[in-house]
């Protein structure tokens, strides 16, 4: 009935600049609260950033001041513009993301399939 499909990712050098885009697609009548957690083979997936149904937005302590979330509601889009990207920034990058699907009575949770990141000179 929906998904979500990431977008963006890629080969930068640090210091580098990149924007994730996760897009919702299928019968979607709007998005609620979405965030973006990362993961690196060996670890556990971690929040990176969050946007919440108020609008107001949390970070990890790792990517305050380097990263954004963002969400084009009309679009069905949400975006992750990443700074000034570190090599401890090099993960698989998935966005999460609150959906009401047509005849729906609520938001469902729905997950992207991952993007990578790398960040190497």
């Known amino acids: 009935q929906a998904q979500l499909v990431e977008s963006g990712g890629g080969l930068v050098q640090p210091g580098g600049s990149l924007t994730l885009t996760c897009a919702a697609s299928?019968?979607?009548?709007?998005?609620?609260?979405a965030a973006w957690y990362r993961q690196v083979p060996g670890h556990q997936r971690e929040s990176v950033a969050s946007?919440?149904?108020?609008?107001?937005?949390d970070y990890a302590d790792f990517v305050k001041g380097r990263f954004t979330i963002s969400t084009d509601n009309a679009m069905k889009l949400v975006y992750l513009h990443m700074n000034n990207l570190k090599p401890e920034d090099t993960a698989v990058y998935y966005c999460?993301?609150?959906?009401?699907?047509?005849?729906?009575?609520?938001?469902?949770?729905?997950w992207g399939q991952g993007i990578q990141v790398t960040v190497s000179s």
């Open positions: 999460n993301v609150a959906l009401w699907l047509v005849a729906a009575d609520d938001y469902r949770d729905y």
């Open positions: 946007r919440h149904r108020d609008d107001s937005t």
């Open positions: 299928g019968s979607v009548v709007g998005i609620g609260a």
